[in-house]
């Protein structure tokens, strides 16, 4: 484990606090791939009995941001590019099957609620470390998510999606890029949500994640696939 200290954390909502300052770490990448998550020596640092431990450790797990062996007890992931890549391989289409119904059920209140997500999510990308815009980031595509109206894509895009946000910022898996890219990678998306855009909504996801681009034609054909 890194030599940087957890926070000592104070008995109210114990077990919360202690999945957030756990989750904190693994954003600011003070883990390796693969590294043992020790519940002892986690409770020694944060003053904290084992129990809330194990238990914040298993709420992570199931949320897929750590491993968890009865055998060999919790790690975290060992996330490489090849799981970045196959992330965006399912990320595409289920993506894409959100913005389709989000756009198709979108009301104006809801439209002023992405652009003011994404007009914060750009400052803190400017202004901010990587682990306080990956959560503006997250925070913006859960609401693109939630408002495909469909509970269950919603919860699967999350459940694959936690994870590829934490660990590609940790283990810097995603290519560098400026402020005005990733303003311009994001304005995709509500534009699109807008009506304003000319891309299908695979299109806007394919340029979004650096995709190769389809012809209006077969994207077309996917979203009356995705919907139907």
């Not at 595409?92 to 439209?111: C, D, F, G, H």
């Amino acid at each position: 484990m890194s030599n940087n200290r957890f926070p000592v954390v104070k008995s109210e909502a114990l077990r919360v606090r202690v999945a957030e300052a756990i989750r904190q770490a693994l954003l600011e990448g003070r883990f390796q791939p693969g590294e043992d998550l020790s519940e002892v020596a986690i409770a020694k640092e944060m003053n904290v009995s084992r129990g809330p431990v194990r238990e914040a450790l298993l709420v992570l797990a199931q949320q897929g941001l750590i491993m968890h062996s009865q055998n060999h007890g919790f790690s975290v992931l060992g996330f490489t590019d090849r799981d970045h890549s196959e992330i965006d391989e399912v990320r595409l289409n289920l993506e894409t099957l959100a913005l389709t119904l989000a756009r198709s059920r979108i009301t104006a209140k809801e439209l002023k609620l992405v652009e003011t997500a994404n007009a914060r999510m750009v400052a803190v990308f400017r202004k901010h470390s990587s682990a306080e815009w990956v959560k503006a980031e997250l925070e913006f595509h859960s609401l693109v998510w939630e408002l495909s109206g469909n509970r269950w894509l919603e919860d699967c895009l999350k459940r694959v999606m936690i994870p590829y946000f934490h660990y590609e910022t940790a283990f810097r898996l995603e290519p560098q890029i400026t402020g005005r890219q990733f303003a311009e990678l994001h304005q995709i998306y509500v534009d699109f949500l807008k009506g304003t855009s000319v891309r299908t909504a695979e299109q806007s996801v394919r340029i979004h994640l650096s995709l190769p681009e389809v012809s209006d034609a077969e994207s077309s054909r996917a979203a009356e696939a995705l919907v139907s």
